[in-house]
T-cell receptor
Framework: SQKIEQNSEALNIQEGKTATLTCNYT??????LQWYRQDPGRGPVFLLL?????KEKRKERLKVTFDTTLKQSLFHITASQPADSATYLC??????????FGAGTQVVVTP | DGGITQSPKYLFRKEGQNVTLSCEQN?????MYWYRQDPGQGLRLIYY???????QKGDIAEGYSVSREKKESFPLTVTSAQKNPTAFYLC??????????????FGPGTRLTVL
């Protein structure tokens, strides 16, 4: 069955450092992979999309990579700030084109 | 002010009762979705609709029903057949189908608690 794995342990990081989150998927080949941010008690907010033929995508302090051989996407937040504290969800499209969401990784940035 | 709204924010229901969650969008999006989120789990797709008067079951449709009579509205009914309905429910919309890579816009969610 199709499976998405994100690190369930919270990532604690000091302000100014780079946070790196991992998303691994198995048993399928997504054409797209999206990343969302979710704050407690709120709906997710779209951040970035990367296509299967793209290796890397950037948006301001965010960077996403997509390795279809390793079946993995990495999400980087550079120069992290306390306002970046949230849960980050990985969402590859499945074989039928629907988004499948990982459970998310919580990031805590301390001053 | 464009966006997607859900109401109510909190909902309490007695066992055996049906309850309907509202979802409205003024983004002129064709596609709409309902997800359920439980602690420590990813969002799970309940139902989705790519066009008015048409909808498909998602991964966990049992115990739920939807309608799509208007483009801007996609209400979800949680029936008494849903065994464990207590959860955070999220509605989303996208300009087109996600198989084309379209991002989803989410509402603020409804937290349903069964007493």
């Amino acid at each position: 069955s199709q499976k998405i794995e994100q690190n369930s342990e919270a990532l604690n990081i000091q302000e100014g450092k780079t946070a790196t989150l991992t998303c691994n998927y198995t048993n399928y080949s997504p054409a797209y992979l999206q990343w969302y941010r979710q704050d407690p008690g709120r709906g997710p907010v779209f951040l970035l999309l990367i296509r299967e033929n793209e290796k890397e995508k950037r948006k301001e302090r965010l960077k996403v990579t997509f390795d279809t051989t390793l079946k993995q996407s990495l999400f980087h937040i550079t120069a992290s700030q306390p306002a970046d504290s949230a849960t980050y969800l990985c969402a590859p499209t499945d074989s039928w084109g629907k988004l499948q969401f990982g459970a998310g990784t919580q990031v805590v940035v301390t001053p | 002010d464009g966006g997607i709204t859900q109401s109510p924010k909190y909902l309490f229901r007695k066992e055996g009762q049906n309850v309907t969650l509202s979802c409205e969008q003024n983004l002129n999006h064709d596609a709409m979705y309902w997800y359920r989120q439980d602690p420590g789990q990813g969002l799970r797709l309940i139902y989705y609709s790519q066009i008015v008067n048409d909808f498909q079951k998602g991964d966990i449709a049992e115990g739920y029903s939807v309608s799509r009579e208007k483009k801007e509205s996609f209400p979800l009914t949680v029936t008494s057949a849903q065994k464990n309905p207590t959860a955070f429910y999220l509605c989303a919309s996208s300009i087109g189908a996600t198989h084309k890579g379209n991002e989803q816009f989410f509402g603020p969610g409804t937290r349903l608690t069964v007493l």
